[in-house]
């Protein structure tokens, strides 16, 4: 019987099998959640290569979709396409997110971090998941796009099934009805009044006569919603417990604010945001690490077993804030890398800067209390992480 991937007590603490893993079967089958069974790849550069095979495709059907409406307009956009669907789809979004636009978010992300940073309690437990974390990317991907960011604790009930996986199986179909009928009522809505969003903006895009489909369009903003939140409320919500968990760090990160991009990286590679990459096909037999996975078969690439892998980062079990060589796949490799991870960078050094500047008393609530982890195979996050401020 394969390992069992849905195991709780795997969610609460896979480490110790990916290390097994990545040892004594480094390429294996592994049960998912569903009952189905799945490839796993836990090493480094075993997972390099499956990221940039193109044998391992993300829709091996031919560009053939879902007969279900609801199920394509989540399955249209880049992320889950192979080229040259891909490479059109990329194309269309990527001037969105060029060096200099991120960089001009710059002052908004600070408004909003300051912002939610004074209204923080002082002497009293709180959850800082729900009180930052969570509330600052979301807000920035709202902004950006032109969505109310009234409606953000929908998007977050919605997104919290989505990605759950099996978990969140029988709530699945009524949250992703939800989503795609508010995306077309936005999708609407820019119609008849545009402004100067993103939203608006990918449903004007033109390069070369070529536009993005309705499905296409709507599977774009889903992807941008969820992916534009869900791996940055993990980067800070684990970043952070990470270094209240260990005191010493977050005195060293608050002494020297130099540290900060070079944490944030640490966070993102021991910590990983995303657990594994979205399910790949093979196309044909597929031989990775010394095994061969069979034709038509799914593979998972577990980037965070990949990230603590010893052969390729040197005391990879240890957060070392100062880690001079991170060449991390918290963000993926290939030409799935993620668009947004400037994003991401950008969003986590202000948090964390602000964190540091401005609440060196942050302090876990209850240092002994064990925190539960999201279950799903796709995000590695907390559920809550409760802590106090004390003044100095």
């Given at each position: 019987?394969?390992?069992?991937l849905a195991?709780?007590?795997?969610h609460a603490?896979p480490?110790?099998?990916?290390?097994?893993?990545?040892?004594?079967?480094p390429?294996r089958?592994?049960?998912?959640g569903s009952?189905?069974?799945?490839?796993?790849v836990?090493?480094?550069?075993?997972?390099?290569q499956?990221?940039?095979?193109?044998?391992l495709?993300k829709?091996p059907?031919?560009?053939?979709?879902?007969?279900?409406?609801?199920?394509?307009a989540?399955?249209?956009h880049?992320?889950a396409?192979?080229p040259?669907?891909?490479?059109r789809?990329r194309r269309?979004?990527?001037?969105?997110?060029?060096?200099?636009r991120i960089e001009?978010?710059?002052?908004r992300?600070t408004e909003?971090t300051t912002?939610?940073l004074?209204?923080?309690p002082?002497?009293q437990?709180?959850d800082?998941?729900?009180?930052?974390?969570?509330?600052l990317?979301i807000q920035v991907?709202c902004e950006?796009?032109?969505?109310?960011s009234?409606?953000r604790d929908a998007?977050?009930?919605w997104?919290n099934v989505i990605?759950?996986?099996?978990?969140y199986?029988d709530?699945?179909?009524g949250?992703?009805?939800?989503?795609?009928?508010?995306?077309?009522?936005?999708?609407?809505?820019?119609?008849?009044?545009?402004g100067?969003d993103?939203l608006?903006?990918?449903?004007a895009?033109?390069?070369s006569e070529?536009r993005l489909?309705?499905?296409?369009?709507?599977?774009m903003v889903f992807?941008l919603l969820?992916?534009?939140?869900e791996?940055t409320?993990?980067?800070i919500g684990n970043?952070?417990?990470?270094?209240?968990?260990?005191?010493?760090?977050?005195?060293?990160l608050c002494?020297?604010?130099?540290l900060?991009p070079?944490?944030?990286?640490?966070?993102?590679r021991?910590?990983?945001?995303?657990?594994t990459a979205t399910f790949?096909?093979?196309?044909?037999?597929?031989t990775?690490?010394g095994?061969t996975?069979?034709?038509h078969?799914?593979?998972l690439v577990?980037l965070?077993s990949a990230?603590?892998?010893?052969?390729?980062f040197?005391d990879?079990?240890e957060?070392v804030?100062?880690r001079p060589?991170?060449p991390?796949?918290?963000?993926?490799?290939?030409?799935?890398y993620c668009?947004?991870?400037?994003?991401?960078r950008?969003?986590?050094h202000i948090?964390?800067?602000g964190?540091?500047?401005?609440h060196?008393?942050?302090?876990?609530?209850d240092?002994?209390?064990?925190?539960?982890?999201r279950p799903?195979?796709?995000l590695r996050?907390?559920f809550?992480?409760p802590?106090t401020?004390?003044p100095g």
């Amino acid at each position: 019987m394969p390992d069992n991937l849905a195991d709780p007590a795997f969610h609460a603490d896979p480490f110790p099998a990916y290390a097994s893993w990545r040892r004594e079967g480094p390429v294996r089958e592994v049960q998912l959640g569903s009952g189905g069974i799945a490839w796993l790849v836990t090493r480094y550069e075993d997972a390099r290569q499956a990221l940039t095979d193109p044998r391992l495709a993300k829709n091996p059907r031919g560009g053939n979709l879902p007969s279900d409406p609801i199920q394509r307009a989540l399955s249209s956009h880049m992320l889950a396409v192979d080229p040259p669907d891909h490479t059109r789809l990329r194309r269309l979004v990527s001037t969105a997110f060029t060096a200099r636009r991120i960089e001009a978010l710059r002052p908004r992300i600070t408004e909003i971090t300051t912002s939610l940073l004074d209204a923080f309690p002082i002497n009293q437990p709180f959850d800082l998941i729900d009180a930052f974390a969570f509330p600052l990317p979301i807000q920035v991907i709202c902004e950006l796009l032109g969505i109310p960011s009234d409606d953000r604790d929908a998007f977050r009930a919605w997104s919290n099934v989505i990605v759950g996986g099996v978990a969140y199986q029988d709530e699945f179909p009524g949250a992703a009805t939800a989503m795609v009928a508010y995306i077309h009522e936005l999708l609407a809505a820019r119609r008849r009044a545009p402004g100067d969003d993103l939203l608006s903006g990918l449903i004007a895009v033109r390069d070369s006569e070529d536009r993005l489909t309705e499905d296409e369009l709507v599977s774009m903003v889903f992807l941008l919603l969820i992916a534009g939140h869900e791996t940055t409320v993990n980067l800070i919500g684990n970043g952070m417990y990470l270094l209240l968990s260990e005191r010493e760090r977050w005195k060293a990160l608050c002494a020297d604010a130099s540290l900060i991009p070079t944490a944030t990286e640490e966070f993102l590679r021991y910590e990983s945001p995303v657990e594994t990459a979205t399910f790949r096909i093979t196309t044909e037999p597929v031989t990775i690490g010394g095994t061969t996975i069979p034709a038509h078969a799914p593979v998972l690439v577990g980037l965070l077993s990949a990230n603590r892998d010893d052969a390729r980062f040197p005391d990879a079990g240890e957060v070392v804030l100062d880690r001079p060589q991170n060449p991390h796949l918290a963000f993926g490799h290939g030409i799935h890398y993620c668009l947004g991870a400037p994003l991401a960078r950008l969003e986590a050094h202000i948090a964390f800067a602000g964190l540091t500047r401005r609440h060196s008393g942050l302090r876990l609530a209850d240092p002994a209390a064990t925190l539960a982890w999201r279950p799903g195979l796709l995000l590695r996050g907390l559920f809550t992480l409760p802590v106090t401020v004390t003044p100095g």
